[in-house]
């Protein structure tokens, strides 16, 4: 009889991570703290690829992970059924540990999401790439 991969939970602070959430933070971390002189390979993006700027408030971790976006006063949604497929990034390593599944802190994180669009009711499209700590808006 095959035995089933044992799925680990990571938490980070109170908030709990979904597994394919907690891999792709360890990943982004790791990014964080290595050495400057380590060269990275830029996220190739989509040409159709679009960028909303706004408070992520939010992370859904049902059927994949939807983020919840402030914009101008409008709540604009992204989902992912592949939680691996986005990639998160900071300047600020901190920023990265308030990440986690429901409410994020306070207010939320200022963020830029750049995201594939998609033409669902529920969902602007499907997020690629989260730069948190983005203040320019």
Same mark, same amino acid.
């Given at each position: ?79 992912? +059924? ?7 990034? !900071? %300047?600020?390593?901190? &920023?990265?540990?308030? =990440? #986690? ?12 999401? +750049?995201?594939r669009p998609?033409?669902?009711?529920? !969902? %602007?499209?499907?997020? &690629?790439?989260?730069? =948190? #700590?983005?203040?320019?808006?």
């Amino acid at each position: 009889m095959q035995s089933r991969p044992q799925i680990k939970r990571i938490w980070i602070g109170s908030a709990l991570i979904a597994p394919q959430v907690s891999r792709n933070i360890n990943v982004t971390w790791a990014s964080l703290t290595t050495s400057s002189a380590t060269l990275q390979t830029p996220l190739a993006l989509p040409m159709d690829a679009v960028k909303a700027r706004g408070i992520l408030t939010l992370m859904e971790c049902r059927d994949g992970v939807t983020l919840s976006l402030v914009a101008d006063g409008k709540t604009l949604k992204f989902h992912s +059924t592949t939680p691996d497929g986005i990639r998160f990034k !900071s %300047l600020d390593p901190a &920023l990265v540990s308030t =990440l #986690g599944c429901g409410p994020l802190p306070g207010n939320g994180v200022s963020a830029t999401v +750049t995201y594939r669009p998609k033409g669902s009711a529920d !969902s %602007l499209g499907e997020p &690629l790439l989260v730069e =948190l #700590g983005d203040n320019r808006f």
